[in-house]
């Protein structure tokens, strides 16, 4: 018997996309990139060309009532190649009441997309917001099916007409622990997540599937690396999961950090794609819009952006004025900013090089240490562990320095008191602590990390 590779059909955003579905914005994208190599400048006049470019999409939210306000469609048609429904594939939108399902809003935008060469991003499969009444209420093994007979609908009813789907949205908590958050869905049992994949994938095999959450941005913050977890766990099990949404709504009190870059390409080494899913930036700087972008370009498996709305009007946080253009429909600082890094940035190879390994070498895990705050007399540092979640990590401080507190790990000493073994304590996978400087401000060292 002769054994073929089974060749994987699901949606590339590339120029060269080779896809079962999304044939006609394959065909646009082969079409506005078809006289550009991998990695040569060009000049797009407009996001979703100057995306398509370097192999990659730029899509909006849109929101169907707003379809026909020419100032706004006008805009959609001309600048995005990518399309996520902002309201109406949610699930109080779709099975307002049990086993009735409604879709016409969001055939609408479907349609309005697919028709002009715009590919859709499906959003959202299952969540514990925007829940219908119905749902709300129940509870247990109930819920459980009602959630995944959902899934089922919703995923056959847009079969082949949606290139990436957000299976669960929001699913971790805010805060510190790096757990799952509570909610009815998470009541049915911690494998609620897995299932739901498993049964988008079973309605539409073409479709990548992603796992979609907000402040997920920062890589130190423990509802980052609990997301990681998660998707590190699926992958060494075979969950059926490809992607990974960042929503990127950043803002004063969850702002755009540095290490934005090492999040996305630390989520792509696990071998799934990264996509910013509902980007907004509070006041628009033109700088953050450009880092964004700039640093998904820097990612190979990053394959594209979307922007949660076009104009500041229709922004959900319009007060904040965090979009491309203003409430007019003219293009703002923002817009440039965009587009220059677009035109500047370079496209991935294809197909990707790297495919790591699903599983980390056992034994290993990777420690990185960041500089905390520091005070006239002693500073903080914090340690973010990948690979493990069982861990054990030595860090050394040089005397006379000594380690005066720590956090979020269970420390021991060896004689000297310089040097400390921290062994994770379940709160997740970043410890810190607090050194001393006694005169010395050399950075602790992480002498090793091992998995247990
Ligand atoms: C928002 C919409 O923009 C609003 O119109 C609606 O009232 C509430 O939801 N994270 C998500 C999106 O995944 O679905 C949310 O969209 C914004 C936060």
């Not at 699930?91 to 879709?103: C, K, M, V």
């Not at 540092?381 to 507190?405: D, M, Y």
């Not at 994770?424 to 002498?447: C, D, I, K, L």
Request: proline share 5%; with cysteine.
């Amino acid at each position: 018997m002769i054994e073929r590779c089974q060749e994987d059909t699901r949606p590339r955003f590339g120029p060269r996309a080779r896809t079962a579905v999304g044939l006609a914005a394959a065909a646009l994208l082969a079409a506005t990139s078809a006289a550009f190599l991998p990695g040569t400048a060009s000049a797009g006049t407009t996001l979703g060309a100057s995306a398509a470019e370097k192999g990659r999409y730029f899509g909006t939210a849109v929101a169907a009532s707003r379809l026909s306000d020419s100032t706004y469609s006008t805009i959609l048609n001309r600048e995005f190649n990518m399309v996520t429904p902002e309201n109406e594939m949610k699930i109080d939108a779709t099975e307002p009441q049990q086993g009735r399902f409604s879709y016409g809003a969001a055939d609408q935008i479907v349609n309005h997309a697919r028709s002009r060469g715009m590919s859709v991003r499906g959003h959202t499969l299952a969540w514990h917001s925007q829940q219908p009444p119905w749902m709300e209420s129940m509870s247990g093994s109930a819920l459980r099916s009602a959630m995944l007979n959902h899934v089922t609908q919703v995923a056959t009813h847009f079969r082949g007409q949606v290139v990436a789907w957000d299976v669960v949205n929001e699913a971790f908590a805010d805060g510190s622990s790096g757990a799952r958050r509570d909610s009815n869905l998470q009541r049915t049992g911690n494998d609620w997540i897995e299932a739901a994949f498993r049964a988008a994938r079973a309605a539409d095999p073409g479709a990548k599937l992603c796992y979609n959450d907000y402040n997920t941005d920062n890589w130190t913050h423990a509802k980052t690396q609990g997301v990681y977890n998660m998707v590190r766990d699926f992958k060494s099990r075979g969950v059926p999961i490809d992607c990974v949404g960042f929503q990127s709504h950043f803002n004063n009190d969850s702002p755009y950090v540095s290490n934005y870059r090492t999040t996305l390409s630390s989520f792509a080494a696990l071998g799934v794609d990264v996509q910013v899913t509902e980007l907004d930036i509070q006041g628009a700087p033109a700088n953050t819009y450009r880092s964004v972008v700039e640093d998904c370009l820097a990612v190979a498996r990053c394959n594209g952006v979307t922007v949660w709305g076009i104009r500041d009007s229709d922004s959900w946080r319009a007060s904040q004025t965090p979009l491309l253009f203003n409430s007019s429909g003219q293009k703002k600082a923002a817009y440039d900013a965009v587009l220059a890094a677009l035109n500047n940035g370079t496209a991935p190879t294809d197909p990707p090089t790297t495919t790591p390994p699903t599983t980390p070498p056992s034994g290993s895990c990777t420690a990185t240490l960041q500089d905390g705050t520091r005070w006239g007399d002693r500073f903080n540092s914090s340690v973010t562990v990948s690979g493990a979640s069982n861990w054990t990590v030595v860090v050394a401080v040089t005397p006379p320095q000594k380690v005066s507190s720590t956090w979020s790990g269970s420390p021991s000493w060896d004689t000297s008191g310089n040097v400390m073994t921290m062994r994770s304590n379940g709160s997740g996978n970043v410890f810190g602590f607090t050194t001393m400087a006694n005169g010395n401000w050399n950075r602790p060292v992480v002498q090793s990390c091992t998995a247990s």
